[in-house]
């Protein structure tokens, strides 16, 4: 007898995060997330301060066999005049009727906080991980990028979500970094300077408040309202800050200036899925966080997570010089891997520097969409 219950206690909640350990466990692409950094999402994030979720777990008998979040993103609906659900941390194992009671429980939950509709996969948001994997199965995931099986998917479909849009990730390697364009690339970087007095540079870590505060209001700015997005509070961006100041390597972090203003920047940063990948069900302690801190340093790839350029400086070579300066970094250093991710499939400007410096678009993430 298959069931749904709701994620009340701490026991219920470890058992949410460490489901998807026992659903993957046969899978070599898989990747634990870290329990600790789950849990504070699904908790203590700021992104409770302003919205809601409620998890629950699907059990067959005895046995979790799914589970699901269901969302009310009130700054979302309030940024966007909207009246959207949202539904995400979605795993289960492959049957319909499971993945079908998942579904209209969430349903069921935002429908009562008066949603229109139902979005997902976002965990919890758009700020966050989000997406469901449809195309790119043989690669694993890179740091802070989702997967799952395929037959996802036909769960999705079949329970009568329907597209609302797709997010690229694009590759480099040896086999396909061109050179000519970076070196064209040189070119534009001197064209900025010297017509718009536009300057690459590195973010300063000693100085990083200031900075993180500057990159927020950019972040921001360069949001795309169009899609449903919505922007970060002051204290979800120093939150994502905190985080990735702890990994990152300033080769990776560029800005965009102009007389002292930062109008765009570019942030990319280690790939730390070669690491959680070992990490046995995302437990730091006792072994892992030593594996984390001695193998650090390892890491042979990266993944370009954050670009942003503000209105008035869009269309003048920023997106690319910021792209390329990045991947002739990662060359330099003698990485072997580079992702940029993700770009929404209608930003053609993003694409298209993109593919100017040799990035091949190998991964597509979708995210769905259901009128209630």
Known sequence: MKKIVPVQSKKDLAAFIDFPH???????????????????????????KHSSLQTFLAYDSDKIVGRIAAIYNTNHNSFNKANDGFFGFFDCINDQETANLLFDTATKWVKEKGAENII?????????????LIKGFDKSPVVMMT???????????????????????????????????????????????????????????KNFKQEADALRDVYNKAWDKNLG??????????????????????????????????????????????????????????????????NKKKITGIRIMLLGVIDGYRKLGIEASLYGSIIKEYRRKGLKYAEASWTLENNDMVNRAIEAIGGDQYKIYRIYEKAL
């Not at 329990?35 to 699904?42: G, R, S, V, Y």
């Not at 997902?120 to 469901?132: A, F, I």
């Not at 990776?252 to 990948?277: M, R, S, T, W």
């Open 147 to 205: 997967y799952n099986p395929e037959y996802y998917i036909t769960l999705l479909e079949n329970a009568g979500f329907k597209k609302q849009t797709d997010l690229l990730a694009w590759y480099w390697d040896g086999a396909n970094y061109n050179d000519k364009s970076l070196r064209m690339l040189d070119m534009l970087t001197e064209r900025l300077k010297r017509n718009s007095n536009i300057v690459i540079r590195k973010i300063n870590l």
């Open 229 to 294: 997005f919505f922007p970060m509070t002051n204290e979800e961006f120093d939150y994502t800050a905190k985080d990735l100041k702890m990994i990152l390597d300033p080769d990776f972090a560029l800005v965009a200036e102009q007389d002292g203003k930062i109008v765009g920047f570019g942030v990319a940063i280690p790939d730390i899925n070669q690491i959680l990948k070992t990490i046995k069900r995302g437990r730091l302690l006792p072994t892992g966080i030593f594996k984390l801190l001695l």
């Open 22 to 48: 026992e659903l993957y466990k046969n899978d070599p692409l898989y990747v634990p997330e870290l329990f600790i950094a789950q849990k504070d999402l699904l908790t203590t994030h700021p992104f409770h």
């Open 120 to 132: 997902g996969p976002v965990n919890p948001s758009t700020n966050e991980t989000c997406g469901l």
